[in-house]
Every structure is written in C-alpha cells, then in structure tokens.
C-alpha cells in the first residue's frame, strides 16, 4: 500500500509541475500584459515595474525564476494590489472551503437517500419524480442556476438577503454548488443499488431472514458506494472550479472571485498561484478517494 501511496504522490507532483509548466507559458501567450489599461504608466514607471517582477527579461528566464521562487514556497506579491498572494489565498479560502465544504456535504447525504429511494421504488412515482429532476439539474449549468436563484429568491421574493459580510447566508450559493453533484450521485446510487440488490449474497441474507433495513443500509448501500467514492475527487474539483462563478454571481470575497479577477487582470502571479493551489487540491482528494476504496471494500488491490 506504501508503495502505491508514493506512486501516486510523484504522479501527482508531476502532474502540477505540467499544470503550471502549461499555465505560466499559455497565460504569457496572451496579448497584452498586467500593466497596460485605459491609463498606462509612465515608460519610466513601467520600466521599473517590469524589472521588480522579471517581466523584461526573456520568457524562459521568467519560468525558472518562479519555478526558483515556488519550490522555496514564495509565490510572490500581487501585481495589481501588492499583498502577499500567500495570505491572500489563505484567507479567501477559508470562505471557499466553508462554501464548498457543505455544498459537499449535501450533495453526498442527499444523493446517496435519494438514489436509494429511487432504486427501492424503481418505476414507482418516487423513481420518476427523482429521476425528472435529477435530468433537469444535471442540464443547468451552475452559473445559470445561481443567477436564477439570486434573481427569485434574492431580488423577487426577498426570502434570502444577498450575499455580504454583513448578511452571510449561504443557503443559495450551496444550493447552485450542491444540485448538479447531488444529481449525479443520485444516478450513481440508484445504478449501483440495483445491481447490488440483484446480487446472490443479498438474496441470500433476505432467506434467512435478516432486517430489510440491515439488508439495504449494511450490506447494499455500503457497497453501492464504490462508485460515488470515485466520483468524490471530481465532485471536488467540480465543486470549486464551479464556485468560481457562483462566488462571482453571489459576491461572495472567496478564492474563486479572487482567482476571476486576477485573470481580468492579467495578475500572472494570482493567476500561477492559485492555479497551483488548486491542482494540488485536486490530485490530493483523487488520492484520498482512491485510499477509502480499501477502507469501504478491502477486497480491492492498489497492485
């Protein structure tokens, strides 16, 4: 198992390496630069500028002098606002990772009762009306969906406030987060669960008389769940890049609406550091995914 833990955690340092190899040199490629807007700076200014942060030197010397920088953990200053982008990204993720966190949550514990509830009622009245909904959340991307909650709830109905630090109510951005995984994992569920109950050994428990309720919770669940942990890592993923436009819809101060505007920008550093940050987030909940496997089922081999 060692082994196969430190296979993975150099796959995955390779894999940020190509992340920001790509990054840093796509991100170069695009016209223009962080200094030039409406009211350029001074040549002399700008001369200065360019040469505090390596701009003027050739791309390739600018690549080893980050790539210098990054593997001492030094991720720089911010282009436009000059703070620390370390302590910038750890206080605006605390607000993503709270956000994210329980969009998560419930799109977990929501998606594994209602796909049970789906396989146990297969053709029933449940089953349709779970499955119609799941289809239609599956189809409505998260920036639609936030923009129409913002618009009923918020600004129609006034049953939320909108989003400010005065007034932190997270209910509708978990909502426009949670819905698409929460319908996803409901699919993955009910498919699981009914080839699960279809199966000789849960047959076999039912004849001897074992609890219904023992029957579905201990034994179907547990194993209809292999399929939604390997879902777990992308839903993470899914989960904060979509936040980055549901942060930007709700105005929310998170890492995602950091990471837009630093794009608009042109913020290189901003746009370097929290495109690392969130691959390395990335590659470790697909690696913490891929170690549960053993956990729920440990007839599963990492050879």
Same mark, same amino acid.
């Given at each position: 198992?060692?082994?196969?833990? /430190?296979?993975?955690?150099?796959? =995955?340092?390779?894999?940020? +390496?190509?992340?920001?190899?790509?990054?840093?040199?796509?991100?170069?490629?695009?016209?223009?630069?962080?200094?030039?807007?409406?009211?350029?700076?001074?040549?002399?200014?700008?001369?200065?500028?360019?040469?505090?942060?390596?701009?003027?030197?050739?791309?390739?010397?600018?690549?080893?002098?980050?790539?210098?920088?990054? /593997?001492?953990?030094?991720?720089?200053?911010?282009?436009?606002?000059?703070?620390?982008?370390?302590?910038?990204?750890?206080?605006?993720?605390?607000?993503?990772?709270?956000?994210?966190?329980?969009?998560?949550?419930?799109?977990?514990?929501?998606?594994? !009762?209602?796909?049970?509830?789906?396989?146990?009622?297969?053709?029933?009245?449940?089953?349709?009306?779970?499955?119609?909904?799941?289809?239609?959340?599956?189809?409505?991307?998260?920036?639609?969906?936030?923009?129409?909650?913002?618009?009923?709830?918020? +600004?129609?109905?006034?049953?939320?406030?909108?989003?400010?630090?005065?007034?932190?109510?997270?209910?509708?951005?978990? !909502?426009?987060?949670?819905?698409?995984?929460?319908?996803?994992?409901?699919?993955?569920?009910?498919?699981?669960? +009914?080839?699960?109950?279809?199966?000789?050994?849960?047959?076999?428990?039912?004849?001897?008389?074992?609890?219904?309720?023992?029957?579905?919770?201990?034994?179907?669940?547990?194993?209809?769940?292999?399929?939604?942990?390997?879902?777990?890592?992308?839903?993470?993923?899914?989960?904060?890049?979509?936040?980055?436009?549901?942060?930007?819809?709700?105005?929310?101060?998170?890492?995602?609406?950091?990471?837009?505007?630093?794009?608009?920008?042109?913020?290189?550093?901003?746009?370097?550091?929290?495109?690392?940050?969130?691959?390395?987030?990335?590659?470790? =909940?697909?690696?913490?995914?891929?170690?549960?496997?053993?956990?729920?089922?440990?007839?599963?081999?990492?050879?």
């Amino acid at each position: 198992m060692w082994k196969y833990i /430190l296979k993975r955690i150099g796959l =995955a340092i390779v894999t940020v +390496l190509i992340i920001t190899t790509i990054t840093f040199f796509a991100m170069n490629a695009i016209p223009g630069g962080p200094f030039e807007k409406e009211k350029a700076p001074d040549p002399a200014v700008r001369a200065v500028l360019e040469a505090r942060f390596h701009l003027d030197k050739p791309i390739g010397e600018q690549f080893i002098y980050y790539m210098e920088d990054m /593997l001492k953990g030094d991720f720089g200053i911010s282009l436009k606002t000059g703070r620390d982008i370390a302590q910038t990204i750890g206080e605006s993720f605390a607000i993503s990772a709270k956000l994210g966190g329980m969009a998560a949550v419930v799109a977990l514990i929501f998606g594994l !009762i209602f796909g049970a509830i789906a396989a146990l009622t297969r053709n029933g009245i449940f089953d349709r009306v779970i499955i119609f909904f799941t289809t239609l959340f599956v189809s409505v991307p998260s920036f639609v969906l936030a923009t129409l909650l913002l618009l009923v709830f918020c +600004l129609k109905l006034s049953w939320f406030p909108v989003w400010s630090p005065d007034n932190q109510s997270y209910v509708l951005p978990i !909502i426009a987060l949670a819905l698409y995984p929460m319908s996803y994992i409901i699919r993955l569920t009910k498919s699981s669960m +009914l080839d699960v109950l279809g199966q000789d050994y849960i047959r076999t428990a039912r004849s001897k008389g074992v609890a219904e309720t023992k029957v579905i919770f201990k034994h179907a669940l547990k194993n209809a769940m292999i399929p939604v942990i390997t879902y777990m890592g992308p839903m993470v993923a899914y989960i904060l890049t979509g936040s980055l436009v549901v942060e930007t819809v709700f105005t929310i101060g998170g890492l995602g609406s950091k990471f837009v505007t630093s794009i608009t920008n042109r913020d290189y550093p901003m746009i370097m550091a929290t495109t690392i940050f969130l691959a390395v987030l990335m590659v470790i =909940a697909t690696l913490i995914s891929d170690l549960i496997y053993k956990v729920v089922d440990p007839r599963i081999s990492f050879e």
